[in-house]
């Protein structure tokens, strides 16, 4: 069992920064092993994908909504994924969460992961 933890959320206003961690833990969890995912989720609106990164961070992958202004990053050592949110906008505002995929494989397919965190929430306000 993996259990992920958010942190980082918080009000912020448009055209700020915001830099949300998920540090992961679990019995025979091996962090360093492991593809990692970003996802959000507005009220009323469907999950969808940030970005992903592999597990030694040298490959990642973005989403419409992750290109550009997020970065996504990895601190092995840490067992942490982060994910720096730059130039935010009030359509950003949402509950952020963190997740592993079933199949070690780089992917923004939200059936495709099988452990996630329970959310941090970002408002960005105009």
């Known amino acids: 069992q993996v259990q992920l933890v958010e942190s980082g959320g918080g009000s912020v206003q448009a055209g700020g920064s915001l830099r949300l961690s998920c540090l992961a833990s679990g019995s025979g969890y091996t962090f360093s092993g492991y593809y990692m995912g970003w996802f959000r989720q507005a009220p009323g609106k469907e999950r969808e994908a940030v970005a992903a990164?592999?597990?030694?961070?040298?490959?990642?992958y973005y989403a419409d909504a992750g290109k550009g202004r997020f970065t996504i990053s990895r601190d092995n050592a840490k067992n942490t994924v982060y994910l720096q949110m730059n130039s935010v906008r009030p359509e950003d505002t949402a509950m952020y969460y963190c997740a592993a995929p079933f199949q070690p494989r780089l992917t923004l397919v939200p059936d495709d992961y099988r452990y996630w965190g329970q959310g941090t929430h970002v408002t960005v306000s105009s």
């Open positions: 990164i592999s597990p030694g961070g040298g490959r990642t």
